[in-house]
């Protein structure tokens, strides 16, 4: 991200604008506003349930402050900032600021924004998205225009509400956002005959994936990836924390002996039927993990309902892993958000097929195509 | 393509030039061959089998005159490009020559280029890449330097070798080069459970398709591709004639009520097992269409002798556009140059099974993707 340090912005004050000068303003605020984006996604993993946002300040066409929302629980991004000024001892009358998601009028875990910003005297306000959750939704915006204070949102709004998608899907569903990775060859085989899976994408795609693990709440595979695999679910090779490791296993027929349930961090998770022998139940737990009891449909486990209880832990987005079975249930059932596939040029012949649910993979509308080593990405998209 | 007209000779012409000046005369002679390659390109699905050459002739900085290989049987690209400067009343005394095959030293149809360019007195030539074939092969160019021409060959060589696929591998090995292109959902799927293929693609991978169509001397298909897709195998929404249309069907099965046997050019080619009953055969040739009888092995069509026999009625490349089976014998005998498939981001379910081979699969080490309207195009090549 490069930054203009140039000021700019008494090139912009006067009356009488013609499009051009309106233009370039916006190309100013648009500059700002990915300044907002870079600073939000330092939050990446650490924020959740919370939304992304980064905030920059600023005066005279040049940044005076900037600030971010770290961690759960901290100080938000607006806050950050403002701080950040106040503390080189700059007046903040009359200072633009940019932030990328509305700023919040509630009490939750720090006082509202909105009312500091107002507070400081700030002289406008620049907002990527609104925030959809019913607290804020709109009123944030209310309240610095009641206060005299000039505001506008969205200012590059879709970027900014696939910055905080996760949030988003949360917030207005009481769901998590579900992504389906998956890596598969050219024929469309996820493993070969003998269940073998690994090192079909190449050395960049596997990066990629745990890259996603660090910012993803939660990663999630069918029993059947657990027994063939025994994966770690963990992230290895990048930096960033582990996400909660979720199992469905409805019946439990698993055991400790695969690695997923060698950690002692509190965040393996298994989903299964509550029809469940509770003598089963018993000897799970002696593995040390979370147990959800879910509801059935028909012999299957009900996702949606998975999915609910799991929001009510705070799981604001899930990575699924796998299989092919797990796969095609969340496409099935319409619950998956999104699709990555890495295509490794690759021919598996004989193997176990991949994602082939056709039906609900039509909505999927949206498709978009990259590079990642030797692999192809195909990103799908509602 | 863009060429700079800015005289640049007179920077180039002193002794004692320094590694800077050394990499910007290469510079400006990659620039006139990548003209050279744009000329030769003109003459595609017009010159087989015949190699693709065009010829720009530069003097004092700019180019003096320029000229290609047009059609089969007609002048070289460096006689065109010699004859335009000579109408022009421009001596080419001293001009440098760039051609993107070396030039000839045989009489074919015309008489020998190098000859032609010696008597012009041209002061330096510089090539793309040497021709590989026997009558000529290095021998062009030690003419040149022999006649006190300074000449060097290799200024983007392997651009000018991949120009002339077709023609390198026609005439060192005897055999047409051979493609196979194929359409798939991204689960492998290259038509649904009723055998119906049409409109997997987008629009824009079909025009890619007529687009190939038009420069591959030949397309290919198995008999049950011509039963389930009664394709026409012709050019289509782009400007360029028809290639030759080849159908495999060992036991002569099919009948001229299919939309392929409906040309009176002469161009289909039915390829045939040497043991099918000649009653069949007198049936057949009552469509108009050329009968090639064919070994076997091992109850297969021998595609070996096939494509031997292809290369001998000056067929230099194939396309193959299905079906699986098809495509897979390719693979499994080891018989395909290179491999494009359009992937389209859709997921067929239920259907039939594209490529599959496996083992052989793994010769093509190299891998491009781009994308093709909506679909991916994946292109693999030894």
């Known amino acids: 991200m490069r930054f203009i340090t140039t000021p700019l912005l008494p090139l912009l004050k006067d009356e009488g604008k013609d499009d051009m000068t309106i233009n370039f303003m916006l190309n100013i605020d648009k500059q700002y506003m990915r300044q907002c984006f870079e600073l939000a996604k330092k939050g990446a993993g650490k924020v959740s349930p919370n939304p992304l946002v980064g905030c920059v300040i600023v005066k005279n066409g040049k940044i005076i402050a900037a600030g971010y929302h770290k961690k759960f629980g901290g100080a938000h991004a607006e806050r950050n900032a403002i701080n950040a000024a106040l503390k080189k001892g700059i007046s903040l009358k009359g200072a633009n600021l940019y932030v990328n998601l509305e700023p919040c009028v509630h009490f939750g875990k720090t006082p509202p924004c909105a009312d500091y910003i107002i507070e400081q005297n700030i002289g406008k306000v620049i907002?990527?998205?609104?925030?959809?959750?019913?607290?804020?939704?709109?009123?944030?915006?209310?309240?610095?225009?009641?206060?005299?204070?000039?505001?506008?949102?969205?200012?590059?709004?879709?970027?900014?509400?696939?910055?905080?998608?996760?949030?988003?899907?949360?917030?207005?569903?009481?769901?998590?956002?579900?992504?389906?990775?998956?890596?598969?060859?050219?024929?469309?085989?996820?493993?070969?005959?003998?269940y073998r899976s690994k090192w079909?994408?190449?050395?960049?795609?596997?990066?990629?994936?745990h890259k996603l693990r660090a910012v993803y709440d939660a990663v999630l595979v069918g029993k059947n990836t657990v027994i063939y695999d025994n994966p770690q679910l963990n992230v290895r090779n990048v930096k960033g924390r582990n996400p909660y490791r979720i199992i469905i296993d409805k019946d439990l027929m698993l055991n400790n002996k695969y690695k997923i349930f060698k950690y002692n961090d509190g965040k393996t998770i298994v989903l299964f039927s509550e029809k469940t022998d509770m003598k089963r139940i018993e000897n799970y737990s002696a593995t040390g993990v979370t147990l959800i009891p879910c509801k059935m449909i028909k012999g299957k486990l009900d996702f949606k309902d998975a999915l609910k209880k799991l929001a009510e832990m705070d799981i604001t987005s899930i990575m699924v892993e796998g299989g092919a079975y797990t796969f095609n249930e969340f496409l099935k059932n319409n619950l998956a958000d999104e699709v990555m596939i890495f295509i490794a040029p690759k021919i598996m012949g004989r193997g176990l097929k991949g994602i082939s649910e056709r039906k609900l993979f039509e909505k999927f509308k949206n498709a978009d195509y990259s590079t990642s080593g030797a692999d192809l990405l195909v990103n799908l998209r509602r």
Do not use: H, W
């Open 127 to 194: 907002i990527g998205c609104k925030d959809p959750y019913y607290k804020v939704s709109g009123k944030g915006l209310a309240k610095l225009k009641k206060a005299g204070i000039s505001s506008t949102a969205g200012i590059l709004n879709s970027e900014a509400q696939e910055l905080n998608k996760f949030f988003i899907k949360f917030v207005t569903t009481g769901m998590p956002y579900v992504m389906l990775k998956a890596a598969q060859t050219i024929d469309g085989k996820i493993a070969d005959d003998k």
């Open 200 to 209: 079909i994408s190449s050395a960049n795609s596997r990066k990629a994936v």
